[in-house]
């Protein structure tokens, strides 16, 4: 480009000192050809020649006729005016070198303005090139720009997957799930909402299942009545097991704050909650699938004891109270044999309900196996739990429990629970084991003095 412009530079200069220069160069040859031509014109006519070429090689073709025609008067003039001879043959011979001159500068005058023309033509063609290849470099430092901010936007969700994966609870998702897109997106206050409940936004988004960007509150009829609490407002939904969970929302005081770019981050960073979530969604319903009665929904075996045998070992360091209480449905296997173990199966459910309504927050029930029940009585001592647990059979013997039976209505059955429990106490007890063998031998001394009633382990 820079060459190009010296050419055009030099080009202007050139027309400059041709239009100024050429009359002025051919006017001073004229008047001394004028001048000397009377007195010597052998000597003259070569200053003739000179004007001629000066002024053809800057005249360009529109005077080169003339010029031509010049040259031949002059001739005709010197030979009139020359009296010798020899100074005829001198003349004759300056004739024949301008012409020769003339022929030879049309020559490469004519080449000279070949590769002119030529070089006007490559200059032309390199400028549209550099002009392409400058829109090029433009494009190409734009696609570069945008590749760095892509970059930096998966480095910014990279961290936020790291960020997350170290954490398996909902409430510290949901903290730290704003503070991410306040640092993701920018400016605004950043939630993460949950429900509906007491959120228009959410509610419209619910209803609509669309992402939702606000410029400005005030000019909005959707959202007339949230006027003068802020302007902007952008929010996505998050999805957990296919299921509306909540929205991610950001608000600002500033109108037009929030954008299409913005939206477009704020839906991958809901697309990583949402994933976040259902993991630990699905991670909640496993473990609790770990430890879990499918049927009752009440603990298992497994973690009843690992949770007693914990207790057991807090109980001495503290020096608390721990009772242990084994529940058993007196006559089960008549029930089952009378209307099927379909029907062993509701009564299972019905009174494992009963039991998570009557026992203490603090107490912890598992379905110990078959028909069978376990109780953590936690800081109790046995006057206490004979209290409770007696309380309850006599619950459990009032209940009404019902049975699907076919064609018919549902039956009514009567159930009655037999108790036998257990206290840590002084008792030299190093494993779980042993303190439910206590537990279990009171329940088979109340099932021998006519179930349906709670007894102590006694030695």
Known sequence: MKE?????????????????GLPVISGALFIVWFINFPKDPVIAFPLILTLVLVLYAFSGNVYSGILACFSIVAA??????IEDSSQI??????CALIVGFYFVFDMYRERYNAMKNAKSEEYETLDREIAIKDSELMENKKRTAAMQQQMRNFQQIGRMLQTFQVSLDEKEIIAKTGDIAGQ???????KLKKSVHGDVF???????????IVTDVSKDRRFEFVKNRYLSVIAVPIEVNGNFWGIIKGTSYKANNFNDSDLRLLS??????????NNVHLYKKVSELAITDGLTGLFTQSYFKERLREEINRSRSNKVSLTVGILDIDFFKKINDTYGHQAGDVILRQLALLLRGRFRETDLIARYGGEEFGVIMLHTDPKEAFKVLDEIRKTVEKERFFIPAEGYSPAQVKV???IGFAELGEYNISVESELIKHADSALYEAKNSGRNRTVEFAD
């Open 202 to 212: 959410a509610k419209y988004i619910k209803d609509t299942g669309l992402p939702l």
């Open 416 to 418: 009655t629970v037999s």
């Open 184 to 190: 993701f997106i920018g400016s605004g206050n950043w």
């Open 76 to 81: 005709i003039i010197g030979l009139i005016f």
């Open 4 to 20: 190009t412009e010296d050419k055009k530079d030099g080009d202007s200069i050139l027309d400059i000192l041709t239009s100024v």
């Open 268 to 277: 991958i960073l809901s697309g990583i909650a949402s994933t976040v979530l």
């Open 89 to 94: 043959v001198y003349v004759l011979a300056e």
